[in-house]
């Protein structure tokens, strides 16, 4: 029973932090009045080859690796990452 238990809360808490990334970089997005394809044309520009389409799904997904997610703040400008 325990161990169902633990697993929940991980999971909970993989769900909570997908969230938290997912709120960053929405925010960004909002506060730099960049769109998914403007996003996807600077990211290309760093040499990570993204579309409107794949930055849409990974978005909206709120799943994408912590170097994904440092890129696309970079892209955006982004110099401060505040966690709470």
């Known amino acids: ?43 290309t520009d760093l040499g990570i080859p993204e579309t409107e389409a794949s930055v849409a799904v990974r978005i909206a997904r709120g799943r994408y690796p912590a170097w994904w997610l440092f890129a696309a703040l970079r892209a955006l400008g982004v110099r401060v990452l505040l966690l709470d």
Do not use: N, S
Request: charged letters at 45%.
């Open 1 to 43: 029973m325990l161990r169902q238990f633990e697993r929940r809360d991980e999971a909970e808490t993989e769900e909570a932090w997908d969230a938290c990334a997912e709120r960053r970089i929405k925010a960004a997005l909002e506060r730099h009045k960049v769109t998914y394809p403007e996003l996807a044309r600077r990211m």
